[in-house]
Protein backbone atom coordinates (compact mmCIF):
# COMPACT_ATOMS: atom_id res chain seq x y z
CA UNK A 1 0.00 0.00 0.00
CA UNK A 2 2.90 2.59 0.63
CA UNK A 3 4.50 2.16 -2.53
CA UNK A 4 0.89 2.60 -4.30
CA UNK A 5 0.44 5.74 -2.35
CA UNK A 6 4.07 6.74 -3.23
CA UNK A 7 2.96 6.81 -6.91
CA UNK A 8 0.53 8.32 -6.71
CA UNK A 9 2.23 11.45 -4.83
CA UNK A 10 4.79 10.93 -7.77
CA UNK A 11 2.25 11.32 -10.69
CA UNK A 12 0.75 14.23 -8.65
CA UNK A 13 3.72 16.08 -8.73
CA UNK A 14 4.21 15.48 -12.21
CA UNK A 15 7.46 12.90 -11.61
CA UNK A 16 6.00 10.12 -14.06
CA UNK A 17 9.62 8.19 -14.16
CA UNK A 18 9.69 7.52 -10.50
CA UNK A 19 5.89 7.14 -10.03
CA UNK A 20 6.02 4.19 -12.73
CA UNK A 21 9.00 2.35 -10.52
CA UNK A 22 6.58 2.91 -7.39
CA UNK A 23 3.84 1.45 -9.12
CA UNK A 24 6.27 -1.72 -10.23
CA UNK A 25 7.39 -1.72 -6.85
CA UNK A 26 3.34 -2.23 -5.45
CA UNK A 27 3.41 -5.25 -7.61
CA UNK A 28 5.96 -6.99 -6.24
CA UNK A 29 4.96 -5.98 -3.03
CA UNK A 30 1.35 -7.04 -3.15
CA UNK A 31 0.24 -10.01 -1.41
CA UNK A 32 -2.49 -12.72 -2.48
CA UNK A 33 -4.79 -11.01 -0.06
CA UNK A 34 -5.03 -8.05 -2.12
CA UNK A 35 -3.99 -8.62 -5.72
CA UNK A 36 -4.74 -6.37 -8.55
CA UNK A 37 -2.21 -7.46 -10.82
CA UNK A 38 -3.53 -5.95 -13.85
CA UNK A 39 -4.26 -2.55 -12.13
CA UNK A 40 -0.86 -2.07 -11.21
CA UNK A 41 0.48 -2.76 -14.82
CA UNK A 42 -2.15 -0.02 -16.07
CA UNK A 43 -0.73 2.66 -13.67
CA UNK A 44 2.51 2.08 -14.43
CA UNK A 45 2.30 1.87 -17.96
CA UNK A 46 -0.03 5.45 -18.30
CA UNK A 47 2.69 7.14 -15.82
CA UNK A 48 5.40 5.80 -18.57
CA UNK A 49 2.83 7.61 -21.71
CA UNK A 50 2.82 10.78 -19.56
CA UNK A 51 6.47 11.00 -19.03
CA UNK A 52 7.21 9.60 -22.64
CA UNK A 53 9.06 7.27 -20.87
CA UNK A 54 7.98 4.09 -23.36
CA UNK A 55 10.90 2.23 -22.91
CA UNK A 56 10.56 1.64 -19.17
CA UNK A 57 6.77 0.63 -19.52
CA UNK A 58 7.86 -1.74 -22.02
CA UNK A 59 10.59 -3.30 -18.93
CA UNK A 60 8.25 -3.13 -16.65
CA UNK A 61 5.59 -4.85 -18.19
CA UNK A 62 8.24 -8.02 -19.26
CA UNK A 63 9.46 -7.89 -15.89
CA UNK A 64 5.65 -8.20 -14.36
CA UNK A 65 5.18 -10.95 -16.99
CA UNK A 66 8.63 -12.88 -16.78
CA UNK A 67 7.12 -13.03 -12.74
CA UNK A 68 4.97 -15.03 -13.66
CA UNK A 69 1.72 -12.82 -12.40
CA UNK A 70 -1.32 -14.55 -12.30
CA UNK A 71 0.33 -17.78 -11.48
CA UNK A 72 -1.76 -18.97 -7.91
CA UNK A 73 -4.82 -17.08 -8.72
CA UNK A 74 -6.95 -14.21 -10.72
CA UNK A 75 -6.37 -10.66 -9.88
CA UNK A 76 -9.61 -8.04 -8.72
CA UNK A 77 -9.38 -6.84 -11.93
CA UNK A 78 -9.04 -9.50 -14.17
CA UNK A 79 -11.82 -11.37 -12.56
CA UNK A 80 -13.88 -8.13 -13.56
CA UNK A 81 -12.54 -8.67 -16.94
CA UNK A 82 -13.06 -12.37 -17.54
CA UNK A 83 -9.51 -13.76 -17.89
CA UNK A 84 -6.43 -14.52 -16.16
CA UNK A 85 -3.76 -11.47 -15.26
CA UNK A 86 -1.22 -13.32 -17.18
CA UNK A 87 -3.37 -12.64 -20.54
CA UNK A 88 -4.54 -9.68 -19.67
CA UNK A 89 -1.75 -7.81 -18.50
CA UNK A 90 -0.34 -9.76 -22.16
CA UNK A 91 -3.10 -8.04 -24.05
CA UNK A 92 -2.27 -4.42 -22.54
CA UNK A 93 1.32 -5.21 -23.07
CA UNK A 94 0.18 -5.55 -26.95
CA UNK A 95 -1.58 -2.20 -27.00
CA UNK A 96 0.54 -0.59 -25.00
CA UNK A 97 3.87 -1.15 -27.89
CA UNK A 98 1.54 -0.21 -30.64
CA UNK A 99 0.83 3.26 -28.99
CA UNK A 100 4.01 3.44 -28.46
CA UNK A 101 4.98 2.42 -32.29
CA UNK A 102 2.27 4.77 -33.45
CA UNK A 103 4.15 7.99 -30.96
CA UNK A 104 6.98 8.01 -32.75
CA UNK A 105 5.93 6.90 -35.84
CA UNK A 106 4.31 10.41 -35.86
CA UNK A 107 7.08 11.94 -34.69
CA UNK A 108 8.76 10.39 -37.56
CA UNK A 109 11.49 8.23 -35.53
CA UNK A 110 11.70 5.33 -37.45
CA UNK A 111 14.21 3.32 -35.52
CA UNK A 112 12.15 4.39 -32.42
CA UNK A 113 9.15 2.51 -34.11
CA UNK A 114 11.31 -0.66 -34.90
CA UNK A 115 11.74 -1.19 -31.37
CA UNK A 116 8.53 -0.95 -30.31
CA UNK A 117 7.51 -3.50 -33.43
CA UNK A 118 10.42 -5.40 -32.84
CA UNK A 119 9.11 -6.19 -29.40
CA UNK A 120 5.89 -7.34 -30.49
CA UNK A 121 5.19 -10.69 -29.72
CA UNK A 122 4.27 -12.63 -32.74
CA UNK A 123 5.54 -11.88 -36.50
CA UNK A 124 1.63 -11.45 -37.59
CA UNK A 125 1.16 -8.48 -34.75
CA UNK A 126 4.71 -7.13 -36.34
CA UNK A 127 3.22 -7.48 -39.83
CA UNK A 128 -0.13 -5.95 -39.45
CA UNK A 129 1.21 -2.85 -37.78
CA UNK A 130 3.67 -2.60 -40.82
CA UNK A 131 1.16 -3.24 -43.47
CA UNK A 132 -1.47 -0.88 -41.82
CA UNK A 133 1.25 1.85 -41.62
CA UNK A 134 2.87 1.26 -45.04
CA UNK A 135 6.04 0.85 -43.43
CA UNK A 136 7.34 -1.20 -46.88
CA UNK A 137 10.96 -1.37 -46.65
CA UNK A 138 10.44 -2.13 -42.79
CA UNK A 139 7.61 -5.22 -44.14
CA UNK A 140 10.71 -6.31 -46.40
CA UNK A 141 13.10 -5.95 -43.85
CA UNK A 142 10.95 -8.53 -41.56
CA UNK A 143 9.94 -10.78 -44.32
CA UNK A 144 13.70 -11.25 -45.55
CA UNK A 145 14.91 -11.62 -41.99
CA UNK A 146 12.29 -14.48 -41.44
CA UNK A 147 12.88 -16.09 -44.52
CA UNK A 148 9.47 -15.51 -46.04
CA UNK A 149 10.43 -14.82 -50.10
CA UNK A 150 7.17 -15.12 -51.33
CA UNK A 151 6.12 -12.60 -48.87
CA UNK A 152 8.63 -10.45 -50.08
CA UNK A 153 8.04 -10.67 -53.69
CA UNK A 154 4.41 -10.08 -53.28
CA UNK A 155 5.61 -6.94 -51.48
CA UNK A 156 7.87 -5.62 -54.55
CA UNK A 157 5.32 -6.40 -56.85
CA UNK A 158 2.43 -4.17 -55.10
CA UNK A 159 5.29 -1.08 -55.48
CA UNK A 160 5.75 -1.80 -58.97
CA UNK A 161 9.55 -3.05 -58.81
CA UNK A 162 8.31 -6.33 -60.80
CA UNK A 163 11.95 -6.77 -61.55
CA UNK A 164 13.20 -7.49 -57.75
CA UNK A 165 9.55 -9.25 -57.43
CA UNK A 166 10.76 -11.67 -60.67
CA UNK A 167 14.22 -12.31 -58.49
CA UNK A 168 12.72 -12.86 -55.30
CA UNK A 169 9.96 -15.33 -56.72
CA UNK A 170 12.37 -16.78 -58.33
CA UNK A 171 14.36 -17.85 -54.87
CA UNK A 172 11.25 -18.61 -53.40
CA UNK A 173 10.99 -21.81 -56.06
CA UNK A 174 7.81 -19.91 -57.47
CA UNK A 175 8.67 -19.87 -61.11
CA UNK A 176 5.57 -19.27 -62.81
CA UNK A 177 5.27 -16.26 -60.99
CA UNK A 178 9.12 -15.18 -61.19
CA UNK A 179 8.16 -15.74 -65.03
CA UNK A 180 5.17 -13.46 -64.88
CA UNK A 181 6.33 -10.87 -63.34
CA UNK A 182 9.86 -10.61 -65.41
CA UNK A 183 7.18 -10.34 -68.62
CA UNK A 184 5.40 -7.83 -66.94
CA UNK A 185 8.60 -5.38 -66.14
CA UNK A 186 9.41 -6.24 -69.57
CA UNK A 187 6.56 -4.80 -71.14
CA UNK A 188 6.36 -2.32 -68.98
CA UNK A 189 9.86 -0.88 -70.09
CA UNK A 190 8.81 -1.96 -73.70
CA UNK A 191 6.35 0.98 -73.18
CA UNK A 192 9.05 3.28 -71.80
CA UNK A 193 10.98 3.01 -74.50
CA UNK A 194 8.08 3.87 -77.43
CA UNK A 195 8.14 7.44 -77.34
CA UNK A 196 11.88 6.96 -78.78
CA UNK A 197 10.84 4.89 -81.68
CA UNK A 198 8.96 7.89 -83.05
CA UNK A 199 10.42 8.39 -86.69
CA UNK A 200 10.16 12.06 -85.87
CA UNK A 201 12.07 11.92 -82.96
CA UNK A 202 14.67 10.36 -84.80
CA UNK A 203 16.41 8.59 -81.54
CA UNK A 204 17.65 5.40 -81.31
CA UNK A 205 17.44 3.34 -78.33
CA UNK A 206 20.14 2.61 -76.36
CA UNK A 207 22.45 -0.58 -76.90
CA UNK A 208 22.30 -1.32 -72.96
CA UNK A 209 18.63 -1.82 -73.59
CA UNK A 210 18.64 -4.82 -76.09
CA UNK A 211 21.20 -6.21 -73.88
CA UNK A 212 19.03 -5.96 -70.97
CA UNK A 213 15.82 -7.23 -72.63
CA UNK A 214 17.96 -10.07 -74.62
CA UNK A 215 18.97 -11.28 -70.95
CA UNK A 216 15.87 -10.98 -69.26
CA UNK A 217 13.99 -13.09 -72.22
CA UNK A 218 16.43 -15.50 -71.93
CA UNK A 219 16.00 -15.57 -68.25
CA UNK A 220 12.50 -15.75 -68.64
CA UNK A 221 13.12 -19.23 -71.17
CA UNK A 222 15.27 -20.28 -67.96
CA UNK A 223 12.32 -19.84 -65.78
CA UNK A 224 10.01 -21.55 -68.03
CA UNK A 225 12.46 -24.59 -67.88
CA UNK A 226 13.18 -24.71 -64.13
CA UNK A 227 8.76 -24.27 -64.02
CA UNK A 228 8.25 -27.49 -66.10
CA UNK A 229 11.07 -29.55 -63.56
CA UNK A 230 9.91 -28.32 -60.53
CA UNK A 231 6.41 -29.79 -60.99
CA UNK A 232 4.75 -26.07 -59.86
CA UNK A 233 1.56 -26.12 -59.62
CA UNK A 234 0.17 -23.46 -62.22
CA UNK A 235 -1.07 -20.50 -59.92
CA UNK A 236 -4.34 -18.06 -60.70
CA UNK A 237 -2.29 -14.82 -61.17
CA UNK A 238 -4.12 -11.89 -62.60
CA UNK A 239 -3.60 -11.53 -66.42
CA UNK A 240 -1.11 -13.99 -66.45
CA UNK A 241 -2.36 -15.37 -69.50
CA UNK A 242 -2.17 -11.55 -71.47
CA UNK A 243 1.34 -11.91 -69.98
CA UNK A 244 1.98 -15.04 -71.83
CA UNK A 245 0.67 -14.03 -74.76
CA UNK A 246 2.71 -10.60 -74.91
CA UNK A 247 5.70 -12.36 -74.20
CA UNK A 248 5.69 -14.82 -77.24
CA UNK A 249 4.86 -11.88 -79.24
CA UNK A 250 8.03 -10.06 -77.80
CA UNK A 251 10.14 -13.31 -78.08
CA UNK A 252 9.50 -13.84 -81.56
CA UNK A 253 10.31 -10.62 -82.22
CA UNK A 254 13.64 -10.47 -80.72
CA UNK A 255 14.32 -13.50 -81.83
CA UNK A 256 14.05 -11.87 -85.48
CA UNK A 257 16.21 -9.51 -84.62
CA UNK A 258 13.13 -6.39 -85.04
CA UNK A 259 14.80 -4.44 -82.08
CA UNK A 260 18.14 -4.10 -84.25
CA UNK A 261 16.19 -3.67 -87.20
CA UNK A 262 14.30 -1.09 -85.44
CA UNK A 263 17.48 1.23 -84.24
CA UNK A 264 19.09 0.77 -87.64
CA UNK A 265 16.09 2.28 -89.19
CA UNK A 266 16.46 5.05 -86.70
CA UNK A 267 20.27 5.55 -86.91
Given at each position: ASWQKAGGAYSHAKMFEDAAKAFHEAFKAR????????????????????????????????????????????????????????QLITAHRTKYLKDAARHFLVHKDEDMV??????????????????????????????IAEGNFDKVAVICFRRGDYLKAS????????????????????????AEMMPQLDPFTRTSIPAEYHEATEAHLEKA???????????????????????????????????RGMGDLAKENLS
Open positions: TDADRDDVQFAKLATKCCVDGHSFELGRDILDEMLSSGCGSTGSSVSSERAGGTALMKFVQSMGSSADKRSFLQRHELFDRLLDLEEIFEKAGKFAAARMTLLKHLRLKDSQLVQAWGASHEEHEEHEGYEELVLEAESMLLLWS
